[in-house]
């Protein structure tokens, strides 16, 4: 047994302290002293003058002070807080969901009631409860009272963020102690993949707490947003997929770009429970759009289709020309006009560069900064190109194909010039153009802005680290880059992406779990026979009383 509000000193100190003001009262007695009266009249006035208390040398009554001291030691001890600390048989962890695509304020309401209720009766040793929202954050840790629960749930309420229960089942499972079963209760309706239940092993099961007034669903809700080219190449297409439940009337949906408004959807598709919504030449501007009539957050951030502006040395290939001229996402820069990037011939300019070398003793050389895990990624998109290929059309000098990547303190591309000589068929293939292009936007350090990003959904092409609203710095390590919730993010380079909130893909086949069973397995606690045990010591001692065997 432990105790919950005072630590052992505290208590002790505090029973010795008891211990000895109920032994000084002990010895607390009446002493009586004559006094004379004229009349029985003023009998009891002069009764009550006489009285004194004085204290004896002689302790006369251990029994009664016996069980004063139990019962001022019962009173102290339910003050302490005792809790017992049983080892449970099995760790239960209790998994609210808190995504604000699941019920709203109204169904988190609900089920966090529903799994204080629950809580409140397994053993404190073996228990956890988990609000799953962007990610899992404790409410109840085992050890702890369930008083400290409401406390903790001031000021909770639903994240812009997808569903992540299965998520946290997957580490759970994972992470547990295998010696010890492992109990996990999903709080509400929250639909599970059959598929990934039936890897978490064995010892570990899942059970569903229901619950009556849980209120499933938000309104229409975004299950797709993104981005494409327009067919006719004027600016973009924006394309959105709205849920709506059934029997619901579809929504009044428009968008924005940075404020200005672009109305309502050009066109409009509905194929049973989702529509379809299309605008038509949207600018790409690099501007933030946001669609107004839903009852969640739904923006993205549109492509910069600005061309990329390129100084080309006078004495560069005219194949190096005519590539940019081909090519809508590049530019020749014209007088006045400051380059972003440059083609130079022998060395590299004060711009980042692709240079033509003479003889180099290589074929290709990347130069990466340190540190810059994005462009180490971007590398293997050269590679990829069958750079190694090569083929010479006459007879002249084999030259080197291969790739080089050295690091250093800005981006460079280096090329060997004789390859592109007429002595090889390099700039008739096909992989020509895509080197240039994708050597001058790494350059350049222009990513293309992905066609969509959500929240929970990976997006592996993102500049990192990235930095969330708030300011928190988000590294995944070389891994996809997943937004853990709705809203802003900036890469590397402060160029801005937008996460939306969408609807994932339903459940395939939704596992079918069976009910948690609620029990008082830990037994009645101390701070309820506590009272009961000082209430039998109260008529043990009047039975004493009665007997004459205590004053």
């Known amino acids: 047994m432990s105790l919950t509000w005072l630590g052992l000193p505290a208590f002790l100190f505090g029973l010795a302290a008891l211990a000895a003001g109920l032994y000084v009262l002990q010895q607390l007695r009446v002493r009586h002293r004559e006094l004379v009266v004229p009349t029985t009249r003023f009998w009891d006035e002069a009764l009550e003058e006489a009285r004194a208390r004085v204290l004896r040398q002689r302790f006369r009554h251990p029994l009664a002070y016996l069980f004063l001291l139990l019962l001022a030691a019962l009173l102290w001890l339910g003050v302490a807080g005792p809790r017992l600390d049983q080892d449970a048989a ?25 799994a204080g209720d629950f809580a409140a009766t397994l053993p404190e040793a073996g228990r956890r409860v988990l609000l799953c929202g962007a990610s899992a954050t404790p409410l109840l840790l085992p050890g702890e ?46 639909a599970l993949d059959e598929a990934a239940l039936a890897d978490l092993g064995p010892g570990c099961r899942v ?74 030449g949207v600018p790409a501007s690099g501007g933030r759009v946001e669609l107004t009539g839903l009852p969640l957050p739904a923006a993205l951030r549109l492509a910069d289709a600005a061309p990329l502006l390129v100084a080309v040395a006078a004495d560069a290939p005219a194949a190096c020309r005519e590539l940019l001229a081909a090519d ?134 993102a500049p990192a680290p990235l930095a969330a609203p708030g300011g928190a710095v988000l590294d995944p390590l070389g891994d996809a880059f997943v937004p853990p919730r709705s809203g802003g993010y900036a890469g590397a380079g402060g160029r801005p992406l937008e996460a939306s909130l969408q609807r994932p893909a339903p459940v395939v086949a939704a596992a079918a779990l069976p009910e948690a069973e609620a029990g008082l397995a830990g037994g009645a606690g101390p701070l309820l026979w506590i009272p009961g045990l000082a209430l039998l010591l109260l008529l043990v001692e009047w039975f004493l009383y009665r007997g004459g065997r205590l004053p």
């Open 90 to 114: 099995e760790d239960t962890v209790v998994l609210c969901d808190a995504s604000a695509l699941s019920g709203g304020v109204a169904g988190l309401e609900a089920r966090l009631e529903a």
């Open 328 to 461: 809508p996402g590049l530019r020749l820069a014209g007088a006045g006009e400051a380059a972003e990037v440059a083609v130079t011939v022998g060395a590299a300019s004060g711009l980042p560069s692709l240079v033509l070398a003479d003889a180099p003793g290589f074929g290709f050389r990347v130069t990466v900064p340190a540190g810059d895990r994005r462009a180490a990624r971007e590398v293997d998109a050269f590679r990829e190109l069958g750079l190694a290929d090569i083929d010479r059309v006459d007879g002249g000098e084999a030259l080197a194909t291969d790739l080089v990547v050295t690091g250093g303190d800005a981006r460079r591309v280096e090329v060997d010039r004789r390859l592109l000589s007429d002595s090889f068929d390099w700039t008739r293939s096909p992989g020509f153009p895509l080197f240039v292009a994708r050597a001058l936007r790494y350059l350049a350090d222009r990513a293309e802005a992905p066609p969509y990003l959500a929240a929970g959904e990976p997006l592996r092409d």
């Open 145 to 190: 009272p369930v008083s400290l629960l409401g406390p903790r749930l001031e000021g909770v309420a639903p994240e812009v963020a997808p569903p992540s229960v299965e998520a946290v089942i997957a580490r759970l499972a994972r992470d547990r102690d295998q010696r010890r079963p492992l109990r996990l209760v999903v709080v509400g309706d929250t």
């Open 207 to 280: 059970e569903r707490l229901p619950v009556g007034s849980d209120a499933t669903g938000t309104g229409p809700v975004l299950v797709a947003l993104g981005q494409a080219p327009a067919r006719d190449g004027a600016g973009l297409e924006l394309l959105a997929g709205v849920e709506l439940a059934e029997g619901m009337a579809e929504p009044a949906v428009a968008a924005r770009v940075d404020g200005a408004d672009l109305g309502a959807p050009d066109r409009v598709e509905r194929d049973g429970g989702v529509l379809s919504l299309r605008w038509d």
